[in-house]
């Protein structure tokens, strides 16, 4: 018998916890917490005490799928990855490269997040290569590159503790990033105010001194009202606007035009605890703004990232330990996925597809000519399919039919395509529609490293050999690429993919499995080999040189309720099921928890439509319907119903809106109009 | 070190059996002999025992009057709850320094009642064979200051006092005025939460144990969880699926599971992600009910209560727990 304890990364929520898989024979007996790990401390959630669990599922694919006649056959790798290569390169001959489309995954690794852009770049020579990051901080991203100069976490996790001031804007902390809120309460232990604004009564609303309970979708209008209490209680940071920052005046005079009566009426807050807000927040020596999908996921994502951006800038609240704008990713590797260049308008590091020298550097590199336009992203890609310039897709590890919006359509979309390829672990909504299916490796079957939501990269070890037939992500493609006679794909494991991504990406420059191997936790930028990694962005100065102001406007959400649609749909994640559940379902102790969805609507709203708890309702938008059990709660607000997204027997997703943010192209996923009848 | 008749003395280190009876052997031989053992009491492992291998014989029964004779012979001189600091010099002649921990028991005056240690715990069956643990050492940091044991030994033995000085004012702490505690806090969580009033020491609990996330993390790590872990759920009073559970009844249920098996360890209050004080839960569950600790009784009808002590007392299950399926779920 052979035992041992195999140190990786939790392949959840965007933490980074590290733990020990425990293994037996070849196989994993369990999770032990890992005390010695910066995030953890040997501490885990339920999720993370139970990761292992869906590894050893009798669901895993064990073989390559081939539909033939509407049915799924088992078929050898070299048939499989024949027919993939085949099929991928004709429709690349007769429609061009630009109609082949690639979604890369969040929850795989940086090397094969990498090497998958490497993929459609080089083989397949299409700049349609994104992610899952489109649906959740997307807005981010661009948000704060245009505000800040750089599209991530400022600070890092464990600097949560030492903020005196903690300001939670649409983010559920306790549920989603359990071991983030744990530091939020031992600030607060420590005599921290901590500042919640949801539109739902999360749990961390229970630990807050200011809890405002705003209206979906008036979080720009939120936030300029605490900014004008700022600057006319005169708490604003002169010193830091003048001499680190650009556009205030601008901002100022906007920001006038949000007196605390105006917001009161357009949020729904009270003024007292507004004016409370403000003042803990604009006294604050250091302030730590946490935000999630509450503020990326709207029409109006950017403009609520850049507000958040605003009053961390206007406060002086930004290069400086335990302060910061934080957004918390959602997924173990968004993070890494995003640095990798899995998005349609730049390569790794950010180095944009439309800057000459970039793309001169990337042709040099892999000796192929790399194509000058933006991608198409993850929520145009339905489109491009149904007006027939995107003939083929391939989907490495996401589940979009349940975790975009508006489903029915994405549903018809991926129906017209002439061919799909999925590659996963398990047999998922979305592998239903494709032609062929590649069965994957999960993290506990591969190399590799994950970079949580504070830029730390960390390292996912091989625990047990792979499943069946399954093999690692980045052998599959690379044994595809090289069967479509793509050059430079001979990798000998992950860590040749790690020394190429090192040599073309900047802030990955210094980064080694030699130097993670040895405990050194490093989170980029970390630019050379000497480099200690960077524990918080815009030290002394801006990554862009200066901040910027932007003065925003409020604008309402696209869709807004009206008479035939009086709610507002809000959707969201909850502690037991992780996203589309493709691995939380399988787990039995996750899946005793919450076994399926439900609709959360207001005490007084269910009393007037008579439904009574528990009672199934019908859920009805412009385009879709479906049934559920109610939850009736005072802690959400009149007029407003919450649907987790977990579930594939109640997609909220078929109710949601595609309509997009205009530049970050995220569809608005928290509000939309919606009612709600018994059946 | 001399012994009194000019011969060398000896020390023997570990009040075992072995231990034991070495010091009987030297001590016959005229040797003047010092005992130094750890624990409060010398007898080590074999009082634990039941019978010993090979001849089956009651261990006890061997052991017993070797511990009173070595007590009661004249060369030996026994330094137990004591440590060895330092050991200096050559074969021969050597120097020793022993640490003698505080007892709080002035032994002269102890007459052995055992009604300190009575007094310290509410169910003394559970820790038959141990009470002596508890009669003469008071460990710091599980003592909540109650001042118990001291006031036992005043009752019972009017005329000579044998809880030193130091437990009496510890006692009497807690029992000052609140205004005059002041500068004088108590360090550790027990002794904070057993001098709560009544109303903060509810709030305490509430805003503690609202902080569960249901990890369960307690129960896997706990060494002493025997069981599956779904069966603190009762779809009827702790709804699935719902955060925090029901404060207090989660956790008292938690507790109680385990109960008197516990050893302390601590590993729930590290491992948990949320830092609830569970082992201060622990602490306090050995010696007081959970009416006195979580104020839980008024608000418990009597349907709820029926079911705690059905849930405590029910058994680790064999058969495979219900599928997840046919469970209710969140209302």
Redo the contacts between chains.
């Keep these: 018998m052979n035992s041992d304890f195999v140190l990786t990364v939790c392949p959840f929520c965007g933490c980074g916890c590290q733990f020990y898989l425990q293994t037996m024979d070849n196989e994993i007996a369990g999770v032990v917490p890992c005390k010695t790990d910066e995030i953890s401390e040997g501490k885990l959630c339920i999720k993370g005490r139970n990761a292992a669990d869906f590894v050893n599922h009798p669901d895993r694919l064990k073989s390559p799928l081939v539909k033939r006649d509407g049915k799924f056959e088992p078929a050898s790798w070299d048939e499989a990855l024949d027919i993939v290569s085949k099929q991928l390169s004709q429709i690349k001959q007769i429609h061009g490269p630009d109609s082949v489309g690639v979604l890369s995954s969040a929850k795989c690794t940086n090397e094969e997040n990498f090497l998958l852009m490497k993929f459609a770049r080089a083989v397949i020579g299409t700049n349609n290569v994104d992610h899952c990051a489109r649906l959740c901080h997307a807005s981010t991203v661009l948000g704060l590159v245009k505000s800040f100069g750089s599209g991530a976490m400022t600070n890092s996790v464990p600097e949560v503790e030492g903020a005196d001031c903690i300001f939670a804007i649409g983010t559920n902390t306790i549920e989603q990033h359990p071991l983030i809120s744990s530091r939020v309460l031992r600030a607060k232990e420590k005599g921290a105010k901590l500042i919640v604004a949801d539109p739902r009564r999360t749990p961390l609303v229970e630990f807050a001194d200011v809890y405002l309970q705003h209206k979906p979708g008036t979080d720009v209008c939120l936030l300029n009202g605490i900014m004008n209490l700022i600057l006319s209680r005169n708490l604003a940071d002169k010193d830091f606007i003048a001499q680190q920052t650009e556009g205030f005046t601008e901002l100022e005079k906007k920001v006038k035009e949000y007196p605390p009566e105006r917001v009161c009426e357009i949020t729904g807050v009270e003024q007292a605890a507004l004016e409370k807000a403000a003042r803990i927040y604009g006294e604050a020596e250091r302030a730590s703004i946490l935000y999630a999908m509450g503020i990326t996921q709207h029409t109006t994502g950017t403009d609520n990232v850049e507000s958040c951006a605003n009053l961390a800038m206007l406060t002086g609240n930004v290069g400086r330990e335990s302060t910061g704008v934080n957004p918390l990713r959602g997924q173990n590797n968004v993070q890494g996925a995003c640095d990798m260049g899995a998005l349609p308008n730049v390569y790794s590091g950010y180095q944009s597809v439309t800057d000459r020298t970039a793309r001169a550097k990337f042709e040099k590199a892999w000796g192929v000519k790399l194509p000058e336009n933006v991608g198409l992203t993850v929520t145009e890609m339905p489109d491009a399919a149904l007006n027939g310039s995107l003939k083929a897709m391939y989907i490495m590890g996401e589940n979009p039919m349940l975790s975009d919006p508006d489903i029915n359509h994405l549903k018809k979309a991926l129906s017209s395509l002439d061919f799909m390829v999925v590659q996963d672990i398990f047999l998922s909504e979305t592998a239903q529609f494709a032609h062929v299916i590649l069965p994957a490796c999960s993290f506990a079957e591969k190399e590799g490293t994950f970079t949580a939501t504070d830029r730390r990269v960390q390292r996912v070890r091989k625990a047990i050999e792979p499943i069946g037939d399954s093999k690692p992500d980045w052998l599959i493609i690379s044994e595809l690429a090289k069967k479509m006679g793509g050059k430079g794909f001979d990798y000998k494991s992950a860590q040749d993919i790690m020394k190429e991504i090192a040599q073309l990406t900047p802030s990955y420059a210094g980064i080694s499995y030699e130097r993670l191997d040895d405990g050194e936790v490093l989170a980029w930028p970390c630019p050379s080999k000497g480099h200690r990694g960077t524990k918080f962005l815009h030290k002394d100065a801006f990554v862009r040189g200066k901040g910027k102001f932007f003065a925003i406007e409020y604008k309402e959400p696209a869709e807004l309720p009206d008479k035939e649609y009086p709610f507002i749909l809000t959707t969201g994640r909850l502690m037991f099921q992780f996203h589309t559940g493709t691995m939380t379902r399988r787990i039995p102790i996750l899946e005793r928890e919450l076994p399926t969805g439900f609709v959360e609507l207001n005490t007084e709203d269910a009393k007037k439509l008579s439904i009574a708890q528990g009672e199934k309702v019908k859920v009805k938008s412009r385009r879709g319907e479906i049934e559920m059990k109610a939850f009736v709660t005072d802690g959400i607000l009149p007029g407003v119903v919450f649907i987790p997204f977990h579930f594939a027997e109640c997609p909220a997703n078929e109710l949601t809106s595609s309509n997009l943010d205009p530049e970050a192209k995220i569809p608005e996923f928290k509000v939309c109009a919606v009612k709600v009848y018994k059946g | 070190m001399n012994g009194e008749n000019g011969r060398k003395s000896v020390l023997v280190i570990g009040g075992g059996i072995a231990g034991i009876q070495a010091s009987l052997d030297l001590a016959n031989m005229g040797f003047k002999v010092y005992l130094v053992e750890k624990t409060p009491s010398i007898g080590g492992r074999m009082s634990q025992l039941d019978k010993t291998f090979p001849t089956n014989d009651c261990a006890m029964c061997i052991l017993a009057p070797k511990m009173i004779e070595a007590s009661q012979h004249p060369n030996i001189e026994l330094l137990t709850y004591s440590e060895i600091e330092k050991v200096s010099g050559e074969v021969g002649n050597f120097k020793v320094k022993v640490k003698k921990k505080a007892t709080y028991v002035d032994w002269d005056k102890c007459t052995g009642c055992g009604e300190c240690s009575q007094m310290e715990l509410t169910d003394t069956k559970e820790f038959e064979g141990e009470i002596w643990v508890d009669r003469i050492r008071i460990d710091e940091a599980s003592c909540i200051q109650c001042g118990d044991c001291a006031q036992a030994c005043v009752e019972e033995n009017k005329e000579k006092q044998a809880m030193t000085n130091v437990a009496f004012e510890r006692r009497s702490f807690t029992e000052l005025p609140p205004d005059e505690r002041e500068g004088r806090e108590p360090e550790i969580l027990p002794q904070r939460v057993a001098l709560m009033d009544e109303g903060s020491r509810t709030d305490f609990w509430r805003q503690e144990l609202?902080?569960c996330?249901?990890?369960?993390?307690c129960c896997?790590?706990c060494p002493v969880w025997i069981y599956d872990?779904?069966e603190l759920e009762d779809p009827e009073w702790i709804t699935?699926?719902e955060?925090?559970p029901a404060v207090p009844l989660f956790h008292i249920i938690r507790a109680y599971r385990v109960g008197d098996n516990c050893i302390n360890c601590g590993m729930c209050e590290?491992?948990?992600?949320?830092?609830i004080p569970l082992r201060t839960i622990h602490q306090l569950m050995r010696r007081q009910p959970p009416e006195s600790i979580f104020e839980i009784i008024p608000g418990l009808d009597a349907e709820m209560k029926k079911k705690l002590v059905q849930a405590v007392r029910k058994q680790p299950k064999a058969e495979k727990k219900q599928p997840?399926?046919k469970?209710k779920?969140?209302?």
């Design positions: 609202s902080r996330i249901k990890c369960f993390g896997d790590v872990k779904t699935p699926g955060i925090p590290e491992t948990c992600p949320m830092s997840a399926a469970r779920g969140r209302k």
